[in-house]
């Protein structure tokens, strides 16, 4: 039975063309050792290349790019997980000699050894030999071969990468300048405007096609930096890494991924704007690695009801939900409930709009936060921590917690008849005691009303509180006793709000606000 198609992000380099065509797509990191020969060519007869009045043509563009894009073979020796035993021949057979040749050095079942080769793209932007490409175009490479036009090879040195902007630079040692290329303006490109992709497209080399912008900031859940460029230039597997020119020679962006059913191109192809991934190359080239501002917060979005509920003319920015304990802003300007919507002169629209900005800026720098509080508009000023650094204190504190649980008798405490004072929006709320803290296994630095029991039906239901949960906050307000909540809840309703904004914590402390509908 034939299995379902069905259209998924692709990463944009090559599979053996039998995985292409016979399997139903999967998101990949292209490996491949497929040969530019087997490939199918369809001819679409009186088709044109470009549709329209588009421009009449980019020989001479073209011409002066394609000996600065190059392509990327690697090679990576993985164990083999096969453990069928080794073939073995009758003794005396003229054909031992050639067994014993073909298997020598492979070792016991288990730990046989094979090369896996893949193909990819990227571009030179420096004389000297820096090379640009995708991350996954080099993962995990023994061996990193560059290719250039002129037929030349030169084995390449890898600098550094960045798994969250999926991008790498290599380094070659030529005997003479090579052909470069600078990068331009990702900022200044429009949709409709037109773009040139060159790369390395199931292993065929060096290819031009042209097509135009189709969308900006993108979001494809690649990576915490999403802001791509989507394009209908034909990108293909092997395109990966190859840069998308304007039309005056200047890189605006990498080819890094692909909506297709198939693996080959239908028109929707993304690259990873130079906005973006020009600081990351100079920070790679410099440091080896990447520094990013942090500013050391747990945000969420602005629904439309948070807007509402914060007295927001429209939902925008970026929600605090937390602040992380030693970051940049601990007891800071900055407190949970504020919603950002600036950062540096730059706007933040939506929630994910802010980690790209904070991290496009310099560890150190003291910048201009504007933020709502209470329905007032204020500006602070903060200075940025290294976003490295707070990972690796976070990833320290989790191991902690874990290593901690692991010690303790994991079993769920017994459910005890605590006293329920009130009944709101349909959960019942109980005083923050001891008793409850035992029971439902409460942190101690947790402080608010304690949810004993939700309504299957309720309003409080639907945003998926539950027993255990603390009412933080209401409305901005601190709630100490089930009373306070009922009475911020008349308030509310009394003011003509329809939803009441509550910060909710779990058993941990993790902060999260949701609103919840008083009709």
Same mark, same amino acid.
């Given at each position: 039975?034939?299995?379902?198609?069905?259209?998924? &992000? $692709?990463?944009?380099?090559? =599979?053996?063309?039998?995985?292409?065509?016979?399997?139903?797509? =999967?998101?990949?990191?292209?490996? =491949?050792? =497929?040969?530019?020969?087997?490939?199918?060519?369809?001819?679409?007869?009186?088709?044109?290349?470009?549709?329209?009045?588009?421009? !009449?043509?980019?020989?001479?563009?073209?011409?002066?790019?394609?000996?600065?894009?190059?392509?990327?073979?690697?090679?990576?020796?993985?164990?083999?997980? *096969?453990?069928?035993?080794?073939?073995?021949?009758?003794?005396?057979?003229? &054909?031992?000699? &050639?067994?014993?040749? &073909? $298997?020598?050095?492979?070792?016991?079942?288990?730990?046989?050894?094979?090369?896996?080769?893949?193909?990819?793209?990227?571009?030179?932007?420096?004389?000297?030999?820096?090379?640009?490409?995708?991350?996954?175009?080099?993962?995990?490479?023994?061996?990193?071969?560059?290719?250039?036009?002129?037929?030349?090879?030169?084995?390449?040195?890898?600098?550094?990468?960045?798994?969250?902007?999926?991008?790498?630079?290599?380094?070659?040692?030529?005997?003479?300048?090579?052909?470069?290329?600078?990068?331009?303006?990702?900022?200044?490109?429009?949709?409709?405007?037109?773009?040139?992709?060159?790369?390395?497209? $199931?292993?065929?080399?060096?290819? #031009?096609?042209?097509?135009?912008?189709?969308?900006?900031?993108?979001?494809?859940?690649?990576?915490?930096? *999403?802001?791509?460029?989507?394009?209908?230039?034909?990108?293909?597997?092997? %395109?990966?890494?190859?840069?998308?020119? %304007?039309?005056?020679?200047?890189?605006?962006?990498?080819?890094?991924?692909?909506?297709?059913?198939?693996?080959?191109?239908?028109?929707?192809?993304?690259?990873?704007?130079?906005?973006?991934?020009?600081?990351?190359?100079?920070?790679?080239?410099?440091?080896?690695?990447? @520094?990013?501002?942090?500013?050391?917060?747990?945000?969420?979005?602005?629904?439309? *009801?948070?807007?509402?509920?914060?007295?927001?003319?429209?939902?925008?920015?970026?929600?605090?939900?937390?602040?992380?304990?030693?970051?940049?802003?601990?007891?800071?300007?900055?407190?949970?409930?504020?919603?950002?919507?600036? $950062? *540096?002169?730059?706007?933040? #629209?939506?929630?994910?709009?802010?980690?790209?900005?904070?991290?496009?800026?310099?560890?150190?720098?003291?910048?201009?936060?504007?933020?709502?509080?209470?329905?007032?508009?204020?500006?602070?000023?903060?200075?940025?921590?290294?976003?490295?650094?707070?990972?690796?204190?976070?990833?320290?504190?989790?191991?902690?917690?874990?290593?901690?649980?692991?010690?303790?008798?994991?079993?769920?405490?017994?459910?005890?008849?605590?006293?329920?004072?009130?009944?709101?929006?349909?959960?019942?709320?109980?005083?923050?005691?001891?008793?409850?803290?035992?029971?439902?296994?409460?942190?101690?630095?947790?402080?608010?009303?304690?949810?004993?029991?939700?309504?299957?039906?309720?309003?409080?239901?639907?945003?998926?509180?539950?027993?255990?949960?603390?009412?933080? !906050?209401?409305?901005?307000?601190?709630?100490?006793?089930?009373?306070?909540?009922?009475? @911020?809840?008349?308030?509310?309703?009394?003011?003509?709000?329809?939803?009441?904004?509550?910060?909710?914590?779990?058993?941990?402390?993790?902060?999260?606000?949701?609103? #919840?509908?008083?009709?």
């Amino acid at each position: 039975m034939a299995l379902p198609i069905r259209s998924v &992000f $692709f990463r944009s380099t090559v =599979t053996a063309l039998a995985l292409v065509t016979a399997l139903p797509a =999967t998101l990949v990191h292209a490996q =491949t050792t =497929t040969p530019a020969a087997t490939v199918p060519m369809q001819v679409v007869p009186g088709k044109s290349a470009l549709a329209g009045h588009g421009p !009449e043509s980019v020989a001479d563009l073209a011409a002066g790019l394609l000996d600065a894009v190059v392509n990327i073979s690697t090679s990576q020796n993985v164990k083999n997980d *096969d453990n069928a035993p080794m073939p073995q021949v009758p003794e005396g057979s003229p &054909f031992q000699d &050639f067994f014993d040749e &073909f $298997f020598k050095g492979q070792g016991a079942p288990g730990d046989r050894q094979r090369t896996v080769s893949s193909l990819g793209s990227g571009f030179v932007i420096d004389p000297a030999g820096y090379i640009v490409t995708n991350n996954h175009v080099i993962e995990g490479a023994d061996d990193i071969e560059v290719n250039f036009a002129n037929g030349s090879k030169l084995q390449a040195k890898l600098i550094g990468t960045d798994t969250k902007t999926d991008l790498a630079l290599l380094k070659v040692e030529p005997k003479k300048p090579l052909t470069s290329v600078p990068f331009g303006d990702s900022k200044t490109m429009r949709i409709g405007d037109w773009v040139m992709a060159i790369g390395n497209p $199931f292993g065929l080399g060096g290819t #031009v096609t042209v097509g135009i912008i189709s969308a900006r900031g993108r979001n494809i859940n690649a990576g915490p930096y *999403d802001n791509f460029i989507q394009t209908d230039a034909a990108i293909n597997r092997g %395109n990966s890494g190859g840069p998308l020119f %304007n039309m005056r020679g200047e890189v605006i962006g990498i080819n890094t991924a692909i909506i297709s059913p198939s693996g080959g191109s239908i028109g929707i192809g993304f690259s990873v704007p130079t906005e973006l991934a020009e600081n990351v190359v100079k920070q790679l080239r410099e440091f080896g690695e990447t @520094r990013r501002g942090w500013l050391g917060v747990r945000i969420q979005p602005v629904t439309a *009801d948070i807007a509402e509920s914060l007295k927001m003319e429209t939902p925008k920015g970026a929600l605090v939900a937390g602040i992380v304990s030693g970051g940049p802003v601990d007891g800071g300007e900055i407190k949970t409930g504020d919603v950002i919507i600036k $950062f *540096d002169g730059r706007d933040v #629209v939506e929630m994910r709009d802010l980690p790209r900005v904070v991290a496009e800026s310099p560890v150190g720098k003291a910048v201009d936060v504007v933020i709502i509080r209470d329905g007032k508009e204020m500006t602070v000023k903060v200075t940025l921590g290294r976003l490295e650094d707070g990972e690796e204190a976070e990833a320290a504190v989790a191991e902690d917690t874990q290593g901690a649980q692991e010690g303790t008798d994991q079993a769920e405490p017994p459910a005890a008849d605590l006293p329920v004072a009130d009944e709101v929006l349909g959960m019942k709320l109980a005083a923050l005691d001891a008793e409850s803290r035992k029971t439902y296994g409460i942190a101690e630095d947790v402080e608010g009303v304690v949810i004993t029991d939700v309504a299957a039906d309720s309003a409080a239901a639907e945003r998926r509180i539950v027993a255990g949960d603390v009412i933080v !906050e209401i409305g901005q307000e601190a709630m100490r006793a089930p009373e306070d909540v009922s009475a @911020r809840v008349e308030e509310l309703k009394a003011d003509g709000r329809r939803n009441a904004l509550l910060m909710i914590a779990n058993k941990t402390g993790e902060l999260r606000f949701v609103t #919840v509908r008083m009709e």
